[in-house]
């Protein structure tokens, strides 16, 4: 049985959570709408009509959530600073109110001996910017830019652990190209145009803080997973490179300096030809402390000659008859432990964070308690196979769970539930979760 002792003293144990998924408070105290808080009011986008308006309240109740965090024996909180809160409409006035919730939170944080991991960008673009293009158009990085350095002066002095990005490709493509996440667009034109753009915003924000900021611990988190052919025929193996190229490689690869990957592919080859002139190349590069991964399953392709561009289609977990969450997410721990290699086999990459990890599964609340024995066998898997990498000497520092609560849970609205703590959406009371139990356990073993 694995001990947290085995990961070492110096190992960072936390947990993760975003401005928009736990805040509430989405249209008060001088905060602007968010594209989230936009696109949830257009019928069917979310499931059962579901919105962000108040999800958890954290904005009222982040002393008594601070406080579960130190409950369960985190040393770290994850959590993210809305962009609308700061400037309602992205740029020009700040909101006095919102800079204040954030100085409160960071000081609850210290106070309780947590250690605050803030993220400048999880998901929640101001509207207004978005009204001029959002992450399509070039001047999104001059406002990103601003929003940065307010942040960076404002709490500098507090906050030396910061994450540019939360998963670029996942709001690029599932925002600008598949339309199922917020802003809803769709289409290659506006896709690689959001991956452009946001791959600036990545390394401009990492120099802002570096300028900003006395001993400034910076990362940004990619979303990742292992990708696998079904079969080995050329076609299945060629189109997992496709995607491949795009879930992992997208934007570690300029990040590290190495432009946009091509990967052989047509398309890919065009884009990176479009942007390798020494200009964009620079710009896009910047030399992070750590990289933060954020792994859930695995994909297993197969070429599909009917989908567009791609060609490529994923074979689901339940059909291969392979463990799933509820989500219909692979459980594989095996492919845990090999994209943390995948990404460690870059020389560029100094330190590896896992910045989140987690499954949602069906919670019941009975009898004051919820028993969610897979979510604990998912930890215990997934940790071991953590360990096994760390001890084979790859420099990884810390891991944070997905999620402290049960909260907004994008497109799926409140139904996934990730928390280790159980979330009563309509009287907004918590229950530690077995899980949550399990890792008060877990963080005093020995």
């Known amino acids: 049985m694995i001990k947290a002792s085995d990961f070492g003293a110096d190992f960072l144990w936390g947990v993760a959570a975003a401005a928009a998924q736990i805040e509430g408070a989405a249209d008060g105290y001088g905060k602007g709408p968010s594209i989230w808080d936009t696109f949830s009011k257009r019928s069917g986008k979310i499931k059962r009509g579901h919105q962000p308006t108040q999800t958890c309240d ?61 993220t400048l960008y999880h998901w929640d673009l101001p509207d207004a910017l978005e009204e001029e293009g959002g992450w399509t158009a070039y001047s999104v990085n001059d406002s990103f830019n601003n929003f940065v350095s307010i942040c960076a002066k404002e709490y500098g002095d507090k906050v030396k652990n910061w994450i540019v990005l939360n998963e670029p490709f996942g709001f690029t493509s599932l925002g600008y190209m598949l339309g199922i996440h917020a802003p809803g667009k769709t289409g290659l034109t506006n896709f690689f145009s959001a991956v452009h753009h946001t791959a600036i915003a990545q390394a401009d924000g990492g120099r802002i803080l570096r300028a900003e900021v006395q001993n400034a611990n910076l990362g940004t988190s990619f979303s990742c997973s292992e990708v696998m052919p079904y079969t080995q025929s050329d076609a299945d193996v060629t189109a997992a490179k496709r995607i491949d190229c795009l879930m992992n490689r997208l934007f570690i690869e300029p990040t590290l300096g190495m432009g946009y990957p091509g990967a052989d592919w047509d398309l890919m080859e065009k884009f990176s030809i479009q942007h390798s002139t020494w200009r964009h190349t620079e710009r896009l590069t910047f030399d992070f402390d750590f990289i933060g991964l954020q792994n859930y399953f695995p994909l297993t392709i197969k070429y599909n000659a009917f989908i567009p561009v791609l060609q490529a289609w994923e074979v689901k977990a339940k059909s291969r008859k392979k463990p799933h969450t509820a989500m219909g997410w692979e459980i594989n721990a095996d492919s845990f432990y090999n994209i943390i290699k995948q990404f460690a086999s870059y020389p560029g990459i100094k330190k590896l964070m896992i910045t989140e990890n987690g499954a949602a599964y069906h919670d019941k609340l009975s009898g004051g308690h919820v028993h969610d024995p897979e979510r604990i066998a998912y930890f215990e898997l997934y940790l071991a196979a953590l360990l096994k990498a760390k001890n084979e000497g790859l420099n990884i520092s810390g891991y944070m769970a997905w999620t402290l609560m049960d909260n907004f849970e994008w497109a799926e609205g409140f139904n996934a539930r990730f928390g280790l703590v159980h979330t009563d959406f309509k009287t907004q009371h918590r229950t530690i979760k077995d899980s949550g139990y399990w890792f008060q356990q877990f963080l005093k073993t020995t």
């Open 58 to 118: 954290f904005y009222h109740k982040y002393k008594e959530d601070i406080a579960l965090v130190k409950t369960l024996g985190f040393s770290v909180f994850r959590f993210s600073i809305s962009w609308p809160r700061i400037l309602p409409y992205g740029k020009g006035e700040i909101n006095k109110e919102g800079i204040l919730f954030y100085h409160n939170v960071i000081d609850e944080c210290l106070v309780n001996g947590i250690i605050p991991y803030v």
